[in-house]
T-cell receptor
Framework: QKEVEQNSGPLSVPEGAIASLNCTYSDRGSQSFFWYRQYSGKSPELIMSIYSNGDKEDGRFTAQLNKASQYVSLLIRDSQPSDSATYLCAVNMVSNDYKLSFGAGTTVTVRA | DAGITQSPRHKVTETGTPVTLRCHQTENHRYMYWYRQDPGHGLRLIHYSYGVKDTDKGEVSDGYSVSRSKTEDFLLTLESATSSQTSVYFC??????????????FGPGTRLTVL
Protein backbone atom coordinates (compact mmCIF):
# COMPACT_ATOMS: atom_id res chain seq x y z
CA GLN A 1 0.00 0.00 0.00
CA LYS A 2 1.36 3.40 -0.96
CA GLU A 3 1.73 5.87 1.88
CA VAL A 4 -0.24 8.59 0.07
CA GLU A 5 -2.58 7.91 -2.82
CA GLN A 6 -4.41 10.38 -5.01
CA ASN A 7 -7.08 9.88 -7.63
CA SER A 8 -5.15 9.27 -10.79
CA GLY A 9 -6.67 11.89 -13.09
CA PRO A 10 -6.30 13.70 -15.30
CA LEU A 11 -9.30 15.70 -14.24
CA SER A 12 -10.96 17.96 -16.77
CA VAL A 13 -13.56 20.47 -15.59
CA PRO A 14 -15.34 23.36 -17.33
CA GLU A 15 -14.59 26.88 -16.24
CA GLY A 16 -16.72 27.89 -13.27
CA ALA A 17 -17.26 24.31 -12.07
CA ILE A 18 -16.01 22.66 -8.88
CA ALA A 19 -12.91 20.48 -9.11
CA SER A 20 -12.71 17.78 -6.46
CA LEU A 21 -9.41 16.11 -5.61
CA ASN A 22 -9.07 13.20 -3.21
CA CYS A 23 -6.21 11.76 -1.19
CA THR A 24 -5.92 8.82 1.20
CA TYR A 25 -3.01 8.03 3.49
CA SER A 26 -1.79 4.98 5.34
CA ASP A 27 -0.39 6.37 8.62
CA ARG A 28 -3.28 6.64 11.07
CA GLY A 29 -1.19 8.78 13.41
CA SER A 30 -0.48 11.54 10.89
CA GLN A 31 -1.42 15.04 12.03
CA SER A 32 -0.39 17.41 9.25
CA PHE A 33 -1.73 17.50 5.70
CA PHE A 34 -0.86 19.73 2.80
CA TRP A 35 -1.92 20.52 -0.74
CA TYR A 36 0.59 21.85 -3.22
CA ARG A 37 -0.02 23.22 -6.69
CA GLN A 38 2.63 22.66 -9.33
CA TYR A 39 2.54 24.31 -12.71
CA SER A 40 4.40 22.57 -15.52
CA GLY A 41 8.12 23.24 -15.23
CA LYS A 42 7.75 25.02 -11.88
CA SER A 43 8.25 24.10 -8.24
CA PRO A 44 5.49 22.98 -5.86
CA GLU A 45 3.65 25.86 -4.21
CA LEU A 46 1.87 25.36 -0.90
CA ILE A 47 -1.79 26.33 -1.20
CA MET A 48 -3.41 24.70 1.84
CA SER A 49 -2.42 23.13 5.13
CA ILE A 50 -4.89 21.42 7.45
CA TYR A 51 -4.36 19.88 10.87
CA SER A 52 -7.85 19.31 12.34
CA ASN A 53 -10.86 17.32 11.21
CA GLY A 54 -13.39 19.28 9.20
CA ASP A 55 -13.20 21.94 6.55
CA LYS A 56 -10.75 24.77 6.05
CA GLU A 57 -11.53 27.44 3.49
CA ASP A 58 -9.15 29.87 1.82
CA GLY A 59 -10.65 31.85 -1.03
CA ARG A 60 -11.85 29.44 -3.70
CA PHE A 61 -10.05 26.50 -2.07
CA THR A 62 -11.51 24.24 0.62
CA ALA A 63 -9.57 21.44 2.26
CA GLN A 64 -11.48 18.70 4.04
CA LEU A 65 -9.93 16.29 6.53
CA ASN A 66 -11.37 13.10 7.99
CA LYS A 67 -8.75 11.38 10.14
CA ALA A 68 -11.01 8.45 11.01
CA SER A 69 -11.29 7.59 7.31
CA GLN A 70 -7.69 8.68 6.62
CA TYR A 71 -8.92 10.92 3.86
CA VAL A 72 -8.17 14.48 2.84
CA SER A 73 -9.66 16.33 -0.12
CA LEU A 74 -9.34 19.64 -1.92
CA LEU A 75 -12.20 21.45 -3.57
CA ILE A 76 -11.58 24.23 -6.06
CA ARG A 77 -14.71 26.32 -6.54
CA ASP A 78 -15.38 28.49 -9.57
CA SER A 79 -12.48 26.85 -11.39
CA GLN A 80 -10.45 29.12 -13.63
CA PRO A 81 -8.06 28.28 -16.49
CA SER A 82 -5.25 29.49 -14.21
CA ASP A 83 -6.08 26.57 -11.88
CA SER A 84 -4.84 24.14 -14.54
CA ALA A 85 -1.91 22.43 -12.82
CA THR A 86 -0.88 19.28 -11.00
CA TYR A 87 -2.03 19.13 -7.38
CA LEU A 88 0.08 17.20 -4.89
CA CYS A 89 -1.22 15.84 -1.60
CA ALA A 90 1.42 15.58 1.13
CA VAL A 91 1.23 14.01 4.57
CA ASN A 92 3.59 14.25 7.54
CA MET A 93 4.24 10.59 8.31
CA VAL A 94 4.54 10.09 12.05
CA SER A 95 5.64 6.52 11.37
CA ASN A 96 8.57 7.86 9.33
CA ASP A 97 9.92 10.48 11.74
CA TYR A 98 7.58 13.18 10.44
CA LYS A 99 9.04 13.11 6.94
CA LEU A 100 6.70 14.41 4.27
CA SER A 101 5.30 11.79 1.91
CA PHE A 102 3.82 12.95 -1.39
CA GLY A 103 1.15 11.50 -3.59
CA ALA A 104 1.79 11.13 -7.30
CA GLY A 105 -0.37 14.14 -8.07
CA THR A 106 -3.59 14.81 -9.93
CA THR A 107 -3.44 16.91 -13.08
CA VAL A 108 -6.35 19.29 -13.45
CA THR A 109 -7.32 20.98 -16.70
CA VAL A 110 -9.91 23.73 -16.63
CA ARG A 111 -11.65 24.13 -20.01
CA ALA A 112 -12.54 27.68 -20.98
CA ASP B 1 9.32 31.58 -3.39
CA ALA B 2 9.87 31.95 0.35
CA GLY B 3 13.40 33.36 0.18
CA ILE B 4 14.91 30.22 -1.30
CA THR B 5 17.33 30.17 -4.19
CA GLN B 6 18.99 27.25 -5.93
CA SER B 7 22.06 27.24 -8.10
CA PRO B 8 22.68 26.37 -10.80
CA ARG B 9 19.18 26.31 -12.27
CA HIS B 10 20.25 24.11 -15.15
CA LYS B 11 23.26 21.87 -15.54
CA VAL B 12 24.44 19.35 -18.09
CA THR B 13 27.30 17.11 -17.05
CA GLU B 14 28.94 13.86 -18.03
CA THR B 15 28.80 10.50 -16.33
CA GLY B 16 31.43 10.12 -13.64
CA THR B 17 31.92 13.80 -12.86
CA PRO B 18 31.17 15.28 -9.43
CA VAL B 19 28.34 17.78 -9.21
CA THR B 20 27.35 20.12 -6.37
CA LEU B 21 24.00 21.82 -6.13
CA ARG B 22 23.46 24.70 -3.74
CA CYS B 23 20.40 25.78 -1.82
CA HIS B 24 20.37 29.14 -0.04
CA GLN B 25 17.60 30.44 2.24
CA THR B 26 17.02 33.80 3.87
CA GLU B 27 14.22 32.64 6.22
CA ASN B 28 16.43 31.30 9.01
CA HIS B 29 14.45 28.02 9.00
CA ARG B 30 16.03 25.15 10.90
CA TYR B 31 15.11 22.34 8.51
CA MET B 32 16.27 21.99 4.93
CA TYR B 33 15.57 19.20 2.47
CA TRP B 34 16.67 17.92 -0.90
CA TYR B 35 14.14 16.14 -3.12
CA ARG B 36 14.25 14.78 -6.61
CA GLN B 37 11.23 14.63 -8.89
CA ASP B 38 10.94 12.12 -11.69
CA PRO B 39 8.00 11.10 -13.89
CA GLY B 40 6.27 8.09 -12.39
CA HIS B 41 7.98 8.52 -9.00
CA GLY B 42 6.82 11.88 -7.77
CA LEU B 43 8.80 13.76 -5.15
CA ARG B 44 11.28 11.68 -3.19
CA LEU B 45 13.42 12.79 -0.26
CA ILE B 46 17.17 12.44 -0.74
CA HIS B 47 18.61 13.97 2.45
CA TYR B 48 17.55 16.50 5.00
CA SER B 49 19.15 18.66 7.67
CA TYR B 50 17.84 19.56 11.11
CA GLY B 51 20.58 22.02 11.95
CA VAL B 52 24.12 23.10 11.14
CA LYS B 53 26.19 19.96 10.56
CA ASP B 54 23.16 17.77 11.39
CA THR B 55 21.92 15.73 8.47
CA ASP B 56 20.10 12.47 7.83
CA LYS B 57 19.20 10.23 4.93
CA GLY B 58 15.96 10.09 3.02
CA GLU B 59 14.56 7.28 0.91
CA VAL B 60 16.86 7.72 -2.11
CA SER B 61 20.20 8.75 -0.60
CA ASP B 62 22.54 6.33 -2.40
CA GLY B 63 25.04 8.22 -4.55
CA TYR B 64 24.38 11.55 -2.82
CA SER B 65 26.01 13.39 0.06
CA VAL B 66 25.09 16.66 1.75
CA SER B 67 26.66 19.29 3.92
CA ARG B 68 25.38 22.18 5.95
CA SER B 69 28.05 24.47 7.38
CA LYS B 70 25.74 27.49 7.82
CA THR B 71 22.06 27.80 8.62
CA GLU B 72 21.34 29.36 5.25
CA ASP B 73 23.18 26.94 2.95
CA PHE B 74 22.56 23.28 2.18
CA LEU B 75 24.70 21.58 -0.45
CA LEU B 76 23.89 18.41 -2.35
CA THR B 77 26.81 16.56 -3.97
CA LEU B 78 26.69 13.80 -6.51
CA GLU B 79 30.07 12.18 -6.00
CA SER B 80 30.16 10.54 -9.43
CA ALA B 81 27.13 11.40 -11.51
CA THR B 82 25.23 8.65 -13.32
CA SER B 83 22.51 8.87 -15.94
CA SER B 84 19.98 7.63 -13.37
CA GLN B 85 20.56 10.88 -11.48
CA THR B 86 19.16 12.93 -14.33
CA SER B 87 16.26 14.64 -12.62
CA VAL B 88 14.82 17.86 -11.30
CA TYR B 89 16.14 18.63 -7.83
CA PHE B 90 14.18 20.74 -5.36
CA CYS B 91 15.33 22.21 -2.12
CA UNK B 92 12.74 22.86 0.60
CA UNK B 93 12.74 24.51 4.02
CA UNK B 94 10.55 24.37 7.11
CA UNK B 95 10.56 25.71 10.67
CA UNK B 96 9.83 22.30 12.15
CA UNK B 97 9.05 18.72 11.14
CA UNK B 98 6.44 17.68 13.70
CA UNK B 99 3.60 19.66 15.23
CA UNK B 100 2.55 22.88 13.54
CA UNK B 101 4.67 25.32 11.54
CA UNK B 102 5.93 22.30 9.63
CA UNK B 103 4.89 23.49 6.20
CA UNK B 104 7.61 22.99 3.64
CA UNK B 105 8.37 25.68 1.10
CA PHE B 106 10.16 24.84 -2.11
CA GLY B 107 12.89 26.52 -4.08
CA PRO B 108 12.71 26.98 -7.86
CA GLY B 109 14.52 23.73 -8.68
CA THR B 110 17.60 22.63 -10.60
CA ARG B 111 17.28 20.62 -13.78
CA LEU B 112 20.25 18.25 -14.01
CA THR B 113 21.08 16.20 -17.07
CA VAL B 114 23.78 13.54 -16.89
CA LEU B 115 24.98 12.40 -20.31
Amino acid sequence: QKEVEQNSGPLSVPEGAIASLNCTYSDRGSQSFFWYRQYSGKSPELIMSIYSNGDKEDGRFTAQLNKASQYVSLLIRDSQPSDSATYLCAVNMVSNDYKLSFGAGTTVTVRA
Amino acid sequence: DAGITQSPRHKVTETGTPVTLRCHQTENHRYMYWYRQDPGHGLRLIHYSYGVKDTDKGEVSDGYSVSRSKTEDFLLTLESATSSQTSVYFCAISESMGGTHNEQFFGPGTRLTVL
